[in-house]
């Protein structure tokens, strides 16, 4: 298994500014991930990030607005960009464990205002 | 492109009863995984059950059973003897070939009356 660890855990952002999201894996992990959760809602996938490599985003996601950046196979960070209130949500990193799991970190609560 | 339909946004159980939640899933691909993931208030995802779908049996986690019907696309999470720290929003989630991704279904919230 894997130990995740994010943070900030919770940040009041003014719009128009940016936030960085750290995410450190206690173990090394080929595949990592960056979702949002709305408030209320399911969790939506942002982006695959490998090492080495740009990320891969899903459709809806663009690099400037959530750059991501994997300098190596334990630690990735996801920047929210020009935030506004519509940005307001749980983000969360996971990493692939094997090819079968996915353990995640503990979100990170944004509020923007 | 896959999806995950979770039919039931709220459901609630006495306590040490057994709550049954719904799951059906949309693919064209023979090989996937299938998860249940357990969200406490505190946000932190925890992986309750997996199930491989290219084994007939169903998984089995203590109190925390599946009924995958591979055919009919559903995959539901039977908990027994429920408790009150089971008390959450649950997630069915769709494992995309060996990629770790996930897709993730709306969600149900779990009561448990005490």
């Known amino acids: 298994s894997a130990v995740i660890s994010q943070k900030p855990s919770r940040d009041i952002c003014q719009r128009g500014t940016s936030l960085t999201i750290q995410c450190q894996v206690d173990?090394?992990?080929?595949?990592m991930f960056w979702y949002r959760q709305q408030p209320g809602q399911s969790l939506t996938l942002i982006a695959t990030?490998?090492?080495?490599?740009?990320?891969?985003?899903e459709s809806g996601f663009v690099i400037d607005k959530f750059p991501i950046s994997r300098p190596n196979l334990t630690f990735s960070t996801l920047t929210v960009s020009n935030m506004s209130p519509e940005d307001s949500s749980i983000y969360l990193c996971?990493?692939?464990?094997?090819?079968?799991?996915?353990?995640f970190g503990q979100g990170t609560r944004l509020t923007v205002v | 492109a896959q999806t995950v339909t979770q039919s039931q946004p709220e459901m609630s159980v006495q306590e040490a009863e057994t709550v049954t939640l719904s799951c059906t899933y949309d693919?064209?691909?023979?090989?996937?995984?299938l998860f249940w993931y357990k969200q406490p208030p505190s946000r932190q995802m925890i992986l309750v059950i997996r199930q491989e779908a290219y084994k007939q049996q169903n998984a089995t986690e203590n109190r925390f059973s599946v009924n995958f019907q591979k055919a009919a696309k559903s995959f539901s999470l039977k908990i027994s003897d429920s408790q009150l720290g089971d008390a959450a929003m649950y997630f069915c989630a769709y494992g995309v070939g060996n990629t770790g991704k996930l897709i993730f279904g709306q969600g149900t919230t779990l009561q448990v009356k005490p």
């Open positions: 990030a490998n090492q080495g490599s740009e990320a891969t985003y």
């Open positions: 173990s090394q992990v080929t595949m």
């Open positions: 693919t064209s691909e023979s090989d996937y995984y």
């Open positions: 996971s990493a692939e464990w094997g090819g079968t799991e996915a353990f």
